[in-house]
């Protein structure tokens, strides 16, 4: 796998997140955690750096298990990120969100395992295609 293709899936899955944790769901991550958005907030750019590097680990470690698997048309690959993305994302953040201080664990879980969920099957479609 090239680290070009693996830059832009990863990327591609952060720039889900920007749609994802602002226009469609972005109230309802609000919620789940608790936060009250203020008017014209504008995030620190750790908000963008941390979410951008996990989403470049991520495609670097799916472009592993591509590299492993060798998946033999875009619906194999599909449904290895549709696996990575219940697995590991999705499965992962809904035990992340069993906290006691996260007001809505069920709304969270939903709400983030279900971006990882898309994203990391878009991650693989994008590797997929660009092998």
Same mark, same amino acid.
């Given at each position: #796998?090239?680290? =070009? /293709? &693996?830059?832009?899936?990863? &990327?591609?899955?952060? #720039?889900?997140?920007?749609?994802?944790? $602002? !226009?469609?769901?972005?109230?309802?991550?609000? +919620?789940?955690?608790?936060?009250? +958005?203020?008017? +014209?907030? +504008?995030?620190?750019? %750790?908000? *963008?750096?941390?979410?951008?590097?996990?989403?470049?680990?991520?495609?670097?470690? &799916?472009?592993?298990?591509?590299?492993?698997?060798?998946?033999? =048309?875009?619906?194999?690959?599909?449904?290895?990120?549709?696996?990575?993305?219940?697995?590991?994302?999705?499965?992962? $953040?809904?035990?992340?969100? %069993? =906290? !006691?201080? #996260?007001?809505?664990?069920?709304? *969270?879980?939903?709400?983030?395992?279900?971006?990882?969920?898309?994203?990391? &099957?878009?991650?693989?479609?994008?590797?997929?295609?660009? /092998?």
């Amino acid at each position: #796998m090239t680290l =070009s /293709a &693996t830059l832009i899936a990863g &990327t591609a899955y952060f #720039m889900l997140g920007g749609l994802w944790f $602002t !226009p469609l769901f972005g109230k309802y991550w609000d +919620r789940a955690v608790g936060f009250c +958005r203020p008017q +014209r907030w +504008r995030p620190p750019a %750790i908000y *963008y750096l941390g979410p951008w590097l996990g989403c470049l680990i991520a495609a670097f470690a &799916t472009a592993i298990l591509f590299d492993l698997i060798r998946p033999a =048309s875009l619906t194999d690959a599909l449904k290895i990120g549709f696996a990575i993305g219940a697995g590991y994302g999705a499965a992962l $953040t809904a035990v992340n969100a %069993i =906290s !006691p201080n #996260m007001p809505k664990p069920g709304l *969270y879980a939903l709400v983030v395992g279900g971006y990882h969920w898309l994203g990391l &099957t878009l991650c693989a479609a994008i590797l997929y295609e660009l /092998a």
